[in-house]
């Protein structure tokens, strides 16, 4: 049985991470394993509940954005050209990762959700972040209403490391905008409102899949981590979105190495 407790801590630590290029994933597998949290069905689920709380925040960051793709609101366009970021970037974003993700989730799920893929994501994607870093492009796109098809398809190429636990959605889709000529802040803009898709896709998916494993015991552990969740990347990602379009990658990798390092001590000392 699993408690509010848990509920809440891994609520916070999806809530803090989803939004930086650490893995929230990952994160959330190393604190389930510290809280020796039974790795079942009905946390894997939980898992992605949360984080589909997690993205909520996004849809309230970047409401008039997303409801100018549909046309619903009018918005100015950022580019110098007029141009304007519409569904036809997110839907060649999101394509690689949705086509591969769901033929591969079941070997996802089963042999990649343990404590040793993610320490092993968490180096992989440091040294990606930094390679990132080292190697950007020089910025053809400043602003995300400029990004190009082809850069989206890019970016979305990118995203299919993501699916090893520890690599980070972010920091590949992050670092894959900047080695394709995208700045980092119009890299971050796009990361996120492409993740809203991609995490309600999945959450659904798995949650159809899974759902006579649950019961209605389970409701109210569910309730607070997403409601945790959610609060907490609210604030988390009005504090964060500027820090994150700024900052080097470089640091997030070393963050990541640290955290592997520290990890691996614990689990061998254990």
Known sequence: MHTIFEAIIIG??????????????????LAQSLLNT????VMKTFDFVIQLGAIMAVVIIYWKRILSLFGLVKRKSESRTGKKLNLLHILIGI?????????FNHVVDEK?????????GLVLGGILLIIAEKKKAQPSTMVLDDLTYRQAFFI????????WPGFSRSGSTIAGGML????????????F?????IMFGASGVYFLKNYDALSSSDLPFF?????????VALLAVVSFIKFVQNMKLTYFAYYRFAVAIIFALYMFLK
Do not use: Y
Not at 13 to 20: K, R
Not at 157 to 163: A, E, F, K, M
Not at 223 to 231: H, K
């Open 38 to 41: 039974e790795n079942d069905q």
């Open 156 to 163: 979305g190429l990118w995203q299919l490391v993501s699916i």
């Open 112 to 120: 990649l959700f343990n404590t040793t893929t993610v320490l092993v």
């Open 12 to 29: 916070i630590v999806e809530g803090l991470t989803e939004f930086l290029p650490v893995s929230s994933t990952g994160h959330m597998i």
């Open 223 to 231: 309730a607070v981590g997403f409601i945790v969740a959610f609060i």
């Open 95 to 103: 394509l690689p990762a949705g086509v591969i993700g769901l033929k």
């Open 193 to 197: 409102i492409m993740a809203i898709p």
């Open 180 to 191: 394709s000529g995208v700045s980092r802040a119009a890299s971050a803009d796009f990361t």
